[in-house]
Nanobody, 114 residues
Framework: QVQLVESGGGLVQPGGSLRLSCAASRNIFRISVMGWYRQAPGKLRELVAT???????NYADSVKGRFTISRDNAKNALYLQMNNLKPEDTAVYYC????????WGQGTQVTVSS
C-alpha cells in the first residue's frame, strides 16, 4: 500500500501563485507516471498535468503556460507550480500515481477568489 499526501493548497487571489507538493510513503516515483488531477464542485475529475518516467510532461490546454509539473525521484516528491491563477482553477487537486497499481492522494483545496 502506498500513501500519497498533498500539501500547499489554500486561498489565493486571481493572478497569484501556489505550489502544490505530493509526498509518497514508498519509493514508487521511478516506476510510475505521476500526475495532478482536479475536481471542481459539480464537475468530473480532470487531468491537470502528468510527468512520465522518462521526464516527459503533458498538460491540459487550460493550464498550459501557467502550470509546471516537476518531480524529484530521490525525494519521492511531485510538485505543481501554479502561476497566474484564475477563479476557474478553483478545485480540489489530487496527486496520482500510475504504475503496477494506481494510487490517489486525499486532495488539497485550491480556491482562487478576490
Amino acid at each position: 500500500q502506498v500513501q500519497l499526501v498533498e500539501s500547499g493548497g489554500g486561498l489565493v487571489q486571481p493572478g497569484g501563485s501556489l505550489r502544490l507538493s505530493c509526498a509518497a510513503s514508498r519509493n514508487i516515483f521511478r516506476i510510475s507516471v505521476m500526475g495532478w488531477y482536479r475536481q471542481a464542485p459539480g464537475k468530473l475529475r480532470e487531468l491537470v498535468a502528468t510527468s512520465g518516467i522518462g521526464g516527459g510532461t503533458n498538460y491540459a490546454d487550460s493550464v498550459k503556460g501557467r502550470f509546471t509539473i516537476s518531480r524529484d525521484n530521490a525525494k519521492n516528491a511531485l510538485y505543481l507550480q501554479m502561476n497566474n491563477l484564475k477563479p476557474e482553477d478553483t478545485a480540489v487537486y489530487y496527486c496520482n500515481s500510475q504504475g503496477s497499481y494506481t494510487y490517489w492522494g486525499q486532495g488539497t483545496q485550491v480556491t482562487v477568489s478576490s
